[in-house]
């Protein structure tokens, strides 16, 4: 593949950036002033409230007096708690994103025959149209697979018959056909990657009709296409953990922005993997994994509390890490006590840990959250309780179930599509306003000089 030669000249390129410094930055003091609400966060952290929804309910702390009480987090999915939800699929020894895609999707949890039925819809619709690996996703491979995701979905606007309808019934029959496609698309664009820049082989297996996401998840990616049942089932757990949380989030808002103004599904689906590309959203499970390879490689021994405490006071204080400051892992916008989705994790991971023989790296993982909170009140002064996130363990299990970091975050998309389209239907089927906030315009009125006159 070849690059285009850049044209843009360094020394231009920085004149055009000065001018943007000196004339379009706003100070931080206007915010105030404006009594703006940065982030769309009210002055105590909270969100603020632009919608309804009965998909799911993050629940972090309780309101006493106007003041935030820490509990234990709860997630929930259209009222039925995660954890339950898991609990029922191990007593039965099942698969069940599958299952939760329908609840989130279609309202209500399926019976035998509602779930057999939209499996064998979902292996129906798996296969990705003619060519369209060859001519959207090996023309033209990228290093990044949440761009190429983006791209892929966009591209199968023109692979529907009927793409731009918004009715209930077109709105699932494209999430649905979504759902069953992005773990092909991850994995055909993950091998181009490796095939175009990592110079190793490519190996594009054939999805299986028959076999659950995440089945088919670990057969695509990997070359022997071989897994356990263990193996798939964590995967499968990953996967209902990561399918939703609220419609608050960047990429959920991001859908019910898009979709309410009228636009399809695609669009509407291609703008929410960009945005959970972000490392403060869905690409913070790469940090994570970056700043561990750093820590694991600075301290000599990894369950001398001191040595850690001393390398994550470095990081604090932006003299180690990416610079930020930010220990990646830790904290959550709504959780306090606990992420249940970390809880959870964790308690699937520490098994997989021993076996792997990677039980030091996992208390390495546990023993950054412990230490964090303190060192956070001892740097910053931050008091307030705060939990490993999702993002602390996510990473950690993909990598013992061998899969390349490239598609951390990918998986989260996978995952996270069922979420999505369940909030376009909310949006599209009883949003039925544009969201439209308001922006304080800034800018005096200045009068136009002719170009020889500047
Ligand atoms: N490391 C260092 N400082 C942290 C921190 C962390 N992991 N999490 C929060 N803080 C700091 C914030 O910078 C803030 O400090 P400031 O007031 O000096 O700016 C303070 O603690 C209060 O933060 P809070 O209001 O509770 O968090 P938030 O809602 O603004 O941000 C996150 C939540 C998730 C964005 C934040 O915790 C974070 O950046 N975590 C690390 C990245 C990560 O793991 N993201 C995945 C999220 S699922």
């Known amino acids: 593949m070849t690059t ?15 001018s943007f410094r000196l004339h379009g930055l706003i100070s931080p003091e206007l915010y105030a002033r404006y009594r703006i609400k940065r982030g769309l966060r009210n002055a105590d952290g909270t969100g603020v409230l632009v919608g309804a929804t009965r998909l799911g309910n993050v629940h972090g702390y309780l309101l006493n007096e106007g003041e935030r ?10 009222g039925y708690n995660v954890y339950d939800l898991i609990r029922g699929l191990e007593r039965e020894d099942r698969f069940g994103f599958e299952e939760v895609g329908y ?17 064998q819809m979902i292996g129906q619709e798996r296969a990705l149209p003619n060519n369209f690996t060859e001519d959207m996703i090996m023309r033209a491979p990228s290093r990044d697979i949440m761009n190429k995701l983006a791209g892929a979905t966009l591209a199968l606007y023109s692979y529907d018959d009927d793409p731009d309808t918004t009715t209930v019934e077109n709105i699932l029959r494209q999430g649905i056909s979504l759902m069953a496609k992005f773990p092909v698309i991850i994995s055909h664009a993950y091998q181009a990657k490796r095939r175009y820049f990592d110079g190793a082989s490519m190996f594009l297996h054939v999805p299986d009709p028959t076999r659950s996401t995440a089945e088919n998840i670990l057969h695509l990616v990997r070359p022997d296409g071989q897994y356990t049942d263990d193996e798939a089932k964590l995967l499968d757990r990953c996967l209902i953990l990561h399918a939703e949380h609220g419609g608050g989030n960047n990429s959920s808002f991001t859908v019910r922005v898009t979709s309410s103004s009228g636009t399809d599904t695609y669009s509407a689906i291609a703008a929410a993997v960009s945005s959970l590309k972000g490392p403060r959203h ?14 694991q490689a600075n301290v000599a021994d990894w369950t001398d509390e001191d040595e850690v405490a001393a390398y994550l006071r ?3 204080d932006g003299v180690a890490g990416d610079g930020s400051g930010l220990i990646y892992g830790m904290g959550h916008a709504i959780y306090t006590l606990s992420d249940p989705r970390a809880v959870a994790l964790k308690r699937a991971a520490r098994p997989l840990a021993e076996r792997k023989g990677l039980a030091a790296e996992m208390d390495l993982l546990e023993l950054v959250e412990r230490l964090t909170p303190g060192l956070l009140r001892e740097r910053k002064g931050i008091d307030q309780p705060m939990c490993a996130n999702v993002d602390m363990y996510s990473g950690f299990v993909y990598q013992m179930l061998g899969l390349p970091r490239s598609l951390y975050t990918p998986l989260f998309a996978t995952a996270r599509i069922v979420g999505w389209i369940a909030h376009r239907l909310e949006e599209v089927a009883t949003g039925g306003k544009i969201l439209r906030p308001a922006y304080k315009p800034l800018s005096k009125t200045a009068p136009y000089l002719d170009l020889d006159e500047r």
């Open 103 to 119: 609840l989130l999707m279609c309202g209500a949890l399926p019976d035998r025959r509602q779930l057999t039925a939209f499996q």
């Open 4 to 18: 285009k030669p850049n044209h843009i000249q360094p020394a231009l390129l920085q004149e055009l950036s000065d």
């Open 282 to 295: 869905g690409g913070a499970n790469l940090r994570v994994v970056r700043q561990f390879d750093e820590i």
């Open 314 to 316: 470095k990081i604090l």
């Open 69 to 78: 009480e820490p509990i234990e987090g709860r997630l929930t999915y259209r």
